[in-house]
């Protein structure tokens, strides 16, 4: 019986403690165990601190109250009440003592184990070197000094209140205080105790007092347009501080007059110490504000509070990093207009404007699905990545839409242990397209495919054991093969494809610019007529052979994660042998908090093929709640967008802050999962604290390889909480923040009823006097109540440009007439000929995904908008890109390539080529508009609309069978036919045609 309990005693204590063993063999295994043990004893060493110290004030505060009971209780009702109470405990009191006290040091120790961050960077704290605008302190005394003082005096105050209740209810117990028996209620020993301790509660209140003054500098409260207004306004500088200062003062006579009991034995004068002491939080901190608000600042509010709004203003820019944002005078009053001078200079302009990517991430991935999906157990990321690649031609980079090929247990057809967790292991290779090349075929131009991989981006390591989408265990390298791929998948039946893309791309070709080309591209076509699955071959196995992993090299192991994974066949199954480690927390994300918990992660972690390794890159955030006053940002809010999902939500140590910077750059090695954290901002406050914290888990910037510097970009999350704030912070005025009238608003995203934002844009521009194109992130502003254009920010994204960071708006005239993104959708849509086709497109089962709505900077002062639009046939389930929708001013296109949309919009290609979307008709010239479906002209209305109905027809069926040629030669029939039903149609006499007079070439 003994050997049994002993043995069951050691079963349930390895339970327990199976959980920490597993994580320090996990921590072990990235080789942070150094994050781990610093977390393990700061808490251990807060907990025994404060358990102890509360466990001893209490006990002993209970002792002495006890020790102090008077010798006789009394005789009266109340005290005999109590004897029972008295007799009951009194064999066991010491062991009451003990249980009380223990139980408030559990409850201490565990609170204060959870403010292990608070401790270490009160520890580590390092200076900003920069001072609060009132007081005069670094700003290290607010973000890290203040919080942990904060945390003492919480400590302070239930140690005192604690240590007061027990005593006063040992008091009463033991005869020492009397609710209603005749004679001194209370002796003169319970008299000094309890006074002693009020005297420590009101002493503790003075010094919270005190810190309250620095509190203001972080105080949040509502003003004007500042949803997240942070610091002192004239009233707390003027009514609240002083009011701060006097309560100090007062709660300090009142604290002596309390200790003073000790001596005089007399309640009176700290009582009415204590009455005035709250009378006057009620007068001077509450009442006095009141009427300092209601006659000094409300008569005169701008006034009065534009040194501090000044204050606010620059506190926010710095503390976000806005403060260099460089603001330029863009645009003009009135509308871009094409005209004959300017036409051609337009035209050849927009190819050095920017790379207009027309393979939408965020709509494109369903593509990317059935064409490389290879097998159904793999998957691309719902919303794929945009980066830069060199060009196969050696000029340049290359925007690249790149997506991850990973695996998906979920849609395994056979489902088992074995399957689930160690022969479906892995994902296996990237698949790349290029960003501004549609092929004539709307799919892809693919500059890395199939499996196993081949393309542009040369020999890499495919195997993806840990990835976005890869959050299940593993158990890999033993005696169980792995399956990593099945020879002969090369994705869908090429032959097929490549005679669909032939046909289809007839007189297309490949959209780059938009200018014909040949009929395959340099990723080739995926494109097939008829999905058909690859041809079965043979299972290639592997065996996983890198660094990555826990072994399970003995049964204690086993048993471990058999408890922690509630998988009890670990424990015995024959599957796991020699060699064989268990793979968990495979996402990039969950990885880097787990070696970096004082860093908030960036919702996005993207991919990059980096000296034959792919790469997830984690951006990583420094944030504070302590910067004084700067304007308070909700993280989850601020970047919120119309593609947040809940997979891609920025992941906060703390989700209201004030202060942000993009310190670190993570990476997640796809095979071995090794985490590597790279120091950004070297001089950044922060995470030098965190450093003093942690030495030695932050790799030095310039050990950043040149190769993976080329895919390091500015953080989209760190954009989206800049341009939220700038939305508001753009101002450098006071009292243009005050009015507001100049506040603008993240355009809302056109078509959604949702209410969500656009998102911002990666995208290859040139800004105005820049030479050349550079990889940039850009958004676009509105005026409040108005759909209008405000302003263009673009930031410079590429790491390795000296000019990275640099952020520049182009703020337009207050009375503008450029149309804002919204405008732009609606008027495409609002255009008579667009719709008609738009319409013909949605016909039957059909859908239209609109893909991204790209703003170009064109020269000095004009502005591009261009929008692929995709379609997905009937019976089909991913987009292929058909039109593409331009605007320009006044002037629109909607043609089946960018270069055709842009020759139609400017009327002139790069050639010189004039271009009519719809020539106009002479009617004086009978030979005028005839074809050869009209060889003479004299069709009657009723003829020419039956006409048009049958293009429509044939114009449908070629769409349903995949015949892109004939269904854009169908188009082309519809645009003519309906452009001489509306010349039959209009009256004799009319001035109307069908192009402006001033940007129609005429006949001569």
């Not at 005096?153 to 007061?164: D, P, Q, T």
């Not at 780059?512 to 040949?518: F, H, L």
């Not at 408890?563 to 199954?573: A, C, D, K, N, V």
């Not at 270069?899 to 009617?923: C, K, N, Q």
Request: net charge negative; with cysteine; charged share 20%.
């Amino acid at each position: 019986m003994i050997t049994a309990a002993i043995l069951a005693g050691l079963a349930i204590l390895f339970a327990m403690f199976a959980g920490f063993w597993t994580d320090l063999l996990w921590y072990q295994s990235v080789d942070y165990t150094r994050v781990f043990t610093t977390q393990l004893f700061t808490r251990i060493g807060l907990f025994a601190v404060f358990a102890v110290l509360m466990a001893l004030a209490v006990g002993f505060n209970i002792w002495l109250a006890h020790r102090m009971r008077p010798p006789l209780s009394g005789m009266s009702p109340e005290q005999q009440n109590l004897d029972r109470y008295r007799m009951s405990i009194a064999p066991y009191k010491k062991w009451v003592l003990i249980a009380v006290s223990v139980l408030v040091g559990l409850v201490a120790g565990g609170s204060a184990a959870g403010q292990w961050r608070t401790w270490l960077t009160w520890v580590n704290g390092t200076s900003f070197g920069v001072t609060d605008a009132q007081f005069g302190r670094d700003i290290s005394f607010f973000a890290f000094d203040l919080p942990f003082y904060r945390f003492l005096l919480g400590i302070g105050f239930a140690l005192v209140v604690v240590s007061l209740i027990a005593a006063a209810v040992t008091h009463y117990l033991y005869g020492g205080i009397k609710a209603s028996s005749p004679g001194n209620r209370i002796t003169a020993g319970a008299t000094g105790h309890l006074s002693v301790l009020l005297g420590l509660f009101v002493s503790l209140k003075a010094v919270a007092y005190w810190f309250d003054r620095y509190g203001l500098a972080l105080k949040s409260s509502d003003f004007r347009n500042a949803d997240g207004w942070t610091g002192l306004r004239y009233v707390d500088a003027n009514a609240y501080l002083p009011a701060k200062t006097i309560l100090t003062i007062i709660a300090i006579i009142c604290a002596v007059l309390f200790f003073a009991t000790l001596w005089r034995r007399m309640w009176q004068l700290p009582v009415i110490g204590l009455g005035l002491m709250v009378l006057s939080a009620v007068l001077i901190g509450g009442v006095y504000p009141a009427l300092v608000q209601q006659f000094q600042v409300r008569p005169n509010q701008q006034a009065v509070e534009t040194p501090y709004i000044e204050k606010h203003l620059a506190a926010t820019k710095e503390a976000y990093g806005i403060d260099q944002a460089e603001k330029e005078s863009f645009g003009r009053q009135e509308a871009a207009a094409v005209t004959d001078e300017n036409r051609q200079e337009l035209r050849n302009s927009v190819s050095e404007a920017a790379s207009i990517r027309l393979v939408d991430p965020n709509v494109i991935s369903p593509a990317f699905q059935q064409l490389q999906q290879i097998r159904g157990y793999y998957q691309f990321a719902s919303t794929l990545d945009v980066d830069r690649y060199p060009s196969a031609d050696g000029e340049g980079d290359q925007d690249t839409v790149i997506g991850v090929r990973e695996i998906n247990i979920e849609r395994l057809p056979d489902r088992n242990w074995i399957n689930d967790h160690f022969r479906y292991t892995h994902g296996f290779g990237v698949v790349a397209a290029k960003g501004d090349e549609i092929l004539g075929n709307g799919t892809p131009s693919f500059t890395e495919k199939e499996l196993p991989p081949v393309g542009d981006l040369g020999e890499y390591e495919p195997r993806i054991y840990f990835g976005e989408a890869t959050n299940h265990w593993s158990i890999v390298g033993g005696p169980q093969p792995e399956l990593d791929y099945i020879r002969g998948d090369s994705g869908t039946d090429e032959e097929a494809a490549d005679e669909a893309a032939d046909e289809a791309a007839e007189g297309e070709g490949t959209e780059g610019d938009g200018d014909a080309a040949e009929g395959e591209g340099e990723g080739g076509s995926e494109e097939p007529t008829e999905e058909q699955p690859a041809s079965s071959g043979e299972e290639q196995d592997y065996s996983y052979t890198g660094e990555g992993g826990v072994e399970l090299n003995n049964y204690f192991r086993r048993a471990a994660y058999a408890l922690t994974m509630g998988e009890p066949q670990i424990l015995y199954s024959g599957a796991i042998g020699d060699g064989s480690k268990i793979l968990y927390k495979r996402t990039p994300q969950e990885r880097v908090e787990a070696v970096a918990p004082w860093l908030s992660l960036d919702g996005d972690p993207y991919p990059a093929v980096v000296d034959g390794r792919v790469l997830w890159i984690v951006d990583a955030y420094t944030t504070s709640n302590g910067y004084p006053y700067s304007s308070r940002t909700v993280l989850d809010q601020a970047t919120e967008t119309a593609l947040t999902d809940a997979q891609r939500q920025v992941l906060a140590q703390q989700n209201q802050i004030n202060y942000m910077r993009n310190s670190v750059k993570a990476t997640v090695d796809a095979y071995s999962g090794e985490v590597v954290l790279y120091e950004w901002e070297e001089d950044e406050p922060v995470l030098q604290t965190w450093k003093k914290a942690f030495p030695g888990t932050v790799t030095p910037k310039d050990e950043i390889s040149e190769e993976l510097l080329a895919h390091l970009r500015y953080p989209q999350d760190l954009f989206n909480v800049q341009r939220d704030l700038l939305q508001r912070y753009h101002v450098d005025s006071a009292s243009l923040f005050f009015a507001g009238g100049e506040r603008w608003v993240v355009p809302q995203m056109p078509g959604e009823s949702s209410g969500t934002v656009v998102p911002s844009y990666y995208l290859s521009i040139r800004m105005p006097d820049q030479d050349q194109r550079s990889f940039s992130l850009t958004t676009t502003f509105n005026p409040r109540d108005r759909e209008t254009l405000a302003a263009y920010m673009a930031v410079e994204a590429d790491a390795r440009s000296d000019e990275y960071g640099r952020m520049r708006i182009l703020t337009l005239p207050n009375n503008t007439t450029t149309p804002g993104p919204q405008q732009v959708q609606s008027r495409w849509n609002a255009e008579p000929d667009i719709a008609q086709q738009i319409n013909l497109l949605t016909r039957g089962d059909s859908q239209v995904d609109y893909g991204n709505l790209l703003t170009i900077p064109l020269g000095e002062d004009d502005l591009l908008y261009v929008e692929p639009l995709y379609v997905r046939g009937a019976g089909a389930n991913y987009p292929r890109m058909q039109m593409v929708l331009a605007s320009y001013g006044d002037e629109l296109a909607f043609e089946p390539t960018l270069g055709e949309a842009l020759d139609v919009l400017f009327g002139v290609t790069e050639s010189g080529d004039e271009v009519e979307a719809t020539p106009p008709t002479d009617p004086d010239d009978p030979d005028a508009g005839q074809d050869e479906q009209e060889p003479d002209g004299s069709e009657t209305p009723a003829e020419l609309a039956g006409e048009l109905s049958e293009a429509i027809q044939e114009a449908e069926q070629a769409f349903a069978e995949g015949d892109w040629a004939g269904f854009g030669e169908a188009q082309d029939r519809i645009k003519e036919l309906s452009r001489q039903l509306d010349e039959a149609l209009r009256p004799e006499g009319s001035d109307e045609d069908s192009g402006d007079s001033g940007d129609t070439p005429s006949d001569e």
